[in-house]
């Protein structure tokens, strides 16, 4: 097993945002990322990407510690396609926070868990948050 220290695991973390999230770089993928989470990222990146094509992810702090990186994100974005079956309103969401935690083993990221803001985001799109 590939040990990286703390500041390697958020590298990993800031590359898979600015190379996969912000360049629309696929390949990254492979790359920095390894099982399911490697199929995870790619499934959410594309439709991501068609929704909000000038998506942008900004990196607010990065907390590391053995094989865990917590990342806290300002994301901003303007609806351009289809978002959860919603379509477009061409309106822009600004500053929705969002907090993940990744793992990495062997040098890869292998899962995150997150929380986003989401209710702001539909609020700035104008779309009703559907009941449960």
Same mark, same amino acid.
């Given at each position: 097993?590939?040990?990286?220290?703390?500041?390697?695991?958020?590298?990993?973390?800031?590359?898979?945002?600015?190379?996969?999230?912000?360049?629309?770089?696929? =390949? %990254? %993928?492979?790359? @920095?990322?390894?099982?399911?989470?490697?199929?995870?990222?790619? $499934?959410? /990146? $594309?439709?991501?990407? #068609?929704?909000?094509?000038?998506?942008?992810? =900004?990196? %607010?702090?990065? @907390?590391?510690?053995?094989?865990?990186? /917590?990342?806290?994100?300002?994301? #901003? +974005?303007?609806?351009?396609?289809?978002?959860? +079956? /919603?379509?477009?309103?061409? $309106?822009?969401?600004?500053?929705?926070?969002? @907090?993940? @935690?990744?793992?990495?083993?062997?040098?890869?990221?292998?899962?995150?868990?997150?929380?986003?803001?989401?209710?702001? $985001?539909?609020?700035?799109?104008?779309?009703?948050?559907?009941?449960?």
């Amino acid at each position: 097993m590939d040990y990286l220290s703390a500041e390697e695991n958020k590298l990993l973390v800031r590359r898979f945002v600015d190379e996969a999230v912000a360049r629309h770089n696929l =390949e %990254i %993928i492979d790359e @920095i990322t390894a099982g399911k989470f490697a199929d995870v990222a790619r $499934r959410w /990146v $594309r439709p991501f990407w #068609s929704a909000f094509p000038d998506f942008e992810m =900004e990196i %607010i702090e990065l @907390i590391g510690e053995d094989d865990t990186v /917590v990342a806290h994100f300002r994301c #901003s +974005g303007t609806h351009r396609g289809e978002w959860l +079956g /919603v379509p477009p309103t061409g $309106r822009r969401f600004q500053n929705v926070d969002e @907090i993940y @935690i990744f793992h990495v083993r062997d040098a890869k990221l292998v899962s995150a868990f997150g929380v986003e803001d989401n209710l702001t $985001r539909l609020r700035q799109l104008g779309i009703s948050p559907r009941p449960f």
